[in-house]
């Protein structure tokens, strides 16, 4: 996540830090005026959860939450786990090579060497890539029983070898990215002068990933949320974030707000600005299709947008029947669930219920 710790840290980018006017009610911190806290609540959902809604009526979130279904893709089943941790992984082994020949550089044993520095973050990013797929699917119970071999061939018959390697091409040419961006940024500061090295070190280090915010002092379901509230970084504290694989989407600053939220609750401090790091793969060409950190500016207007989508959602996963199917079906054909909606996925046909096919309704005989 070089990309984004250089985005939030630079000398540029002091105007993340700036005051941002917010009703008291609507900080995460707030108590007794708080109009984010809830009470009562039979099934909490998660701050992606929320926001991503494509069904008008809530069945994509009923399925999911309620009946627990889970509909897995190559996008979300491998691509949202894997990108992830790459970045993490890619992040921490990046800034110890960095740390290693700073060091080396500064104890008089081996100048500097920018060149042979991202040489070896590529090198070892590579390595990582390798290491995520041999272990992938880890604890994702809805493709148990499936090696990742195996799975690419049910997501696309005949192609499966070919999609893991332009996959694993398309991770690569991430790592490469990512790396270029850390390596322009150290020459930049490397040509400004002065001490450049601390500067690069405050810069990177400053960014936290892998943080828990909530606990048994800081409870998710006081905000209706589903336990382990974990953004996918935390930068100088002051700044959350979270990393999507895919092109942005708007819903983000949904879950961008979400964690702003539970984070000021948890860290009882404002937290005014935060970042979606959005990582859009072309498989076809195995590469980057876009590369783009967005902010996101958590005011009154997506604040109170969030406690709305919260508590619509949290309504609908309290029905006591699967909501209705919707009458507007234009989001249908994207949506994950359209096999488990409609029978055989056509759309607009015959509807499934309850886990099984509604027969249509009977035809009266016209009176003679």
Same mark, same amino acid.
């Given at each position: ?13 002091? %105007? ?5 006017p ?11 005026e708080?109009?984010?806290?809830v ?13 991503a809604?494509?069904?008008?009526t809530?069945?994509?979130l009923?399925?999911?939450k309620?009946r627990?279904?889970k509909v897995?893709?190559w ?6 786990k894997?990108?992830d941790e ?11 090579v960095v ?11 081996? %100048?500097?060497?920018l ?5 070896? @973050?590529?090198e ?8 995520l ?7 994702d119970?809805?493709v148990k029983?499936? #090696?990742?071999?195996?799975f ?7 192609n499966?070898?070919?999609?893991i ?9 991430? @790592?490469?990215?990512? %790396?270029?961006i ?12 002065g001490?450049?090295?601390a500067e690069?070190?405050?810069?990177? #280090? ?10 048994k ?7 209706g949320?589903?336990?382990s509230v974990?953004?996918d970084?935390?930068?100088?504290v #002051? ?34 600005t935060?970042? @979606? ?18 902010? @996101?500016?958590?005011d ?10 919260r ?8 029905l006591p ?6 009458t507007? %079906?234009?989001?249908c054909?994207?949506?994950l669930?359209r096999?488990v ?19 249509p309704?009977p ?6």
């Amino acid at each position: 996540m070089f990309s984004v710790a250089i985005q939030l840290g630079s000398p540029a980018a002091v %105007t993340h830090y700036a005051p941002l006017p917010v009703s008291p009610a609507l900080r995460g911190y707030a108590a007794e005026e708080s109009q984010l806290r809830v009470t009562d609540v039979k099934v909490p959902v998660s701050i992606t959860g929320l926001a991503a809604r494509w069904c008008p009526t809530g069945r994509d979130l009923y399925l999911e939450k309620v009946r627990k279904l889970k509909v897995p893709t190559w996008p979300r089943s491998v691509l949202g786990k894997v990108v992830d941790e790459l970045l993490v992984g890619l992040h921490r082994t990046g800034l110890a090579v960095v740390e290693d020949a700073f060091e080396s550089d500064v104890a008089g044993r081996q %100048t500097f060497d920018l060149d042979a520095t991202r040489t070896t @973050i590529l090198e070892q990013g590579k390595a990582l890539v390798g290491g995520l797929l041999d272990a992938w699917p880890e604890d994702d119970k809805s493709v148990k029983g499936l #090696t990742l071999e195996a799975f690419a061939e049910q997501v696309d018959p005949g192609n499966g070898a070919r999609l893991i390697e332009k996959t694993t091409e398309a991770l690569f040419d991430l @790592i490469k990215h990512e %790396t270029d961006i850390l390596a322009r940024y150290v020459a930049e500061r490397r040509h400004v002068g002065g001490d450049w090295m601390a500067e690069v070190r405050a810069t990177l #280090t400053r960014l936290q990933t892998g943080l828990t915010l909530d606990g048994k002092g800081f409870r998710a379901v006081t905000f209706g949320l589903s336990e382990s509230v974990r953004p996918d970084f935390v930068y100088a504290v #002051t700044l959350i974030g979270d990393l999507k694989a895919g092109p942005y989407q708007a819903y983000y600053e949904g879950v961008a707000t979400g964690y702003v939220i539970f984070a000021e609750y948890a860290l009882h401090r404002r937290i005014n600005t935060a970042a @979606i790091l959005a990582v859009d793969l072309d498989l076809s060409n195995g590469r980057v299709a876009s590369h783009q950190v967005k902010i @996101i500016k958590p005011d009154d207007e997506l604040r109170t947008r969030w406690l709305t989508q919260r508590d619509d959602a949290l309504s609908t996963c309290a029905l006591p029947a699967e909501p209705p199917h919707p009458t507007d %079906t234009s989001y249908c054909p994207e949506c994950l669930y359209r096999r488990v909606c409609w029978q055989d996925g056509v759309v607009g046909g015959t509807p499934i219920a309850d886990g099984a096919p509604v027969p249509p309704a009977p035809v009266l005989a016209s009176p003679a």
